[in-house]
């Protein structure tokens, strides 16, 4: 199951510090990580990916790969997260196979969350809620979307976009399972302590 903190790695040649830095957050509670690179470095992404699973299974935590279907399958990472431009669910499923998590980008699009949950995906991202300095051209998505998806679909659903500790409590409290955050997670000075709270407010969301 898809929920909680959804860290998302920021790119780096550095991978020495890349895996210092995902383990803080997975020290501060991250439940699902997803290594993002659009280099197009094969030999880093290969190198990176599978040291990053390898971390991730120490922590029980599923390693989810951005983009590539491919590079998921050859380290045997425990999903993809798939765009507009990265291929099909039904084709991901066929390659990856059952046990494995599919996750869609629906943009601003309840209408492609609806047709990601039909072809057996396994969660869907809506956003970006906020202006992202890490995208700064991604489309907007109100927070209301929210609220209609949580009704309509029965995934969990992931927010991402200028995610921050001020903002994700509404994006939560509205309907988001997930929040996937990369710029507000990895710039804090301490990662594992705004690991810790982001991870908190899905504890809060379940005591109300
Ligand atoms: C959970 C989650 N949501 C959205 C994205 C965006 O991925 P990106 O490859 O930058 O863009 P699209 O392919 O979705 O257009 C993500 N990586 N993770
Ligand atoms: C990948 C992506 N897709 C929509 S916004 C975004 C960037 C999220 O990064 P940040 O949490 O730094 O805004
Ligand atoms: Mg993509």
Redesign the pocket.
């Known amino acids: 199951m898809i929920g909680g903190l ?1 860290a ?1 790695t920021r790119e780096t040649d550095d991978s020495a510090r890349l895996l210092s830095e995902v383990e803080a957050a997975l020290r501060g509670g991250a439940a699902v990580v ?1 290594y ?1 690179d ?1 280099s197009g470095d094969v030999a880093r992404q290969h190198e990176q990916a599978s040291e990053l699973l390898a971390l991730c299974r120490r922590h029980r935590v599923p390693l ?1 790969i ?2 590539s279907l491919r590079l998921a399958d050859l380290v045997g990472a425990d999903g993809v ?6 291929g099909g669910v039904r084709e991901a499923r066929i390659v990856l196979g059952a046990d494995k998590i599919i ?1 869609v ?1 629906c ?1 601003q699009s309840l209408d492609l969350a609806v047709a990601a949950q039909a072809a057996g995906a396994d ?1 869907v ?1 809506f ?1 970006s809620f906020f202006a992202s300095a890490t ?1 700064p051209s ?1 489309p907007r998505a109100d927070i209301t979307l929210l609220q209609h998806a949580s009704r309509v679909l029965h995934l969990p659903i ?1 927010a ?1 976009g200028g995610i921050t500790p001020d903002n994700a409590e509404s994006l939560i409290e509205t309907g988001a399972d ?1 929040i ?1 955050v990369i710029n507000a997670l990895f710039e804090a000075a301490d990662i594992e302590a705004r690991a810790r709270c982001f991870a908190d407010f899905f504890i809060a969301e379940t005591e109300d």
């Not at 997260?81 to 990265?86: R, T, V």
């Open positions: 959804y998302i997803q993002r659009k989810i951005n983009d997260h798939l765009g507009s431009d990265d996750g980008s943009y969660y991202a956003g995208k991604a992931v991402i997930a996937a």
